[in-house]
């Protein structure tokens, strides 16, 4: 069972900084895509941010040049550094996995995280 535990978000103004974590822990057979998503209230869920098995890092046209997305391989965890917050990016983050079985590279589940709200005032 694939476990995860979000943390980092927080209300800050317009051009400020977050960084938000995400730390995955279960099967030792499962190597992780790791991503986050974004929602706000009434509109549907958008990526934002992800690194794949092979450490390949993905970002949303929105974010690209101000987040930078990093994985701890050690320790299963995945960071977004938020830069230059605008009020566009208030919305509930989600860390997603995808765990791969390291030998077959069949998918075992994705799993969402609670969500951190991340508030940025104008």
């Known amino acids: 069972q694939v476990q995860l535990v979000e943390s980092g978000g927080g209300s800050v103004q317009a051009g400020g900084s977050l960084t938000l974590s995400c730390a995955a822990s279960?099967?030792?057979?499962?190597?992780?895509?790791m991503s986050w998503d974004r929602q706000v209230l009434g509109k549907e869920r958008e990526f934002v941010s992800g690194?794949?098995?092979?450490?390949?890092?993905m970002y949303s046209d929105s974010v690209k040049d101000r987040f930078t997305v990093s994985q701890d391989n050690a320790k299963n965890t995945l960071y977004l550094q938020m830069n230059d917050l605008k009020p566009e990016d208030t919305a509930m983050y989600y860390c997603?996995?995808?765990?791969?079985?390291?030998?077959?590279?069949?998918?075992?589940?994705?799993?969402w995280g609670q969500g951190t709200q991340v508030t940025v005032s104008s």
């Open positions: 997603k996995t995808v765990c791969y079985h390291y030998a077959n590279g069949l998918s075992y589940g994705t799993r």
């Open positions: 690194i794949d098995r092979d450490g390949q890092t």
């Open positions: 279960g099967p030792t057979y499962c190597r992780f895509d």
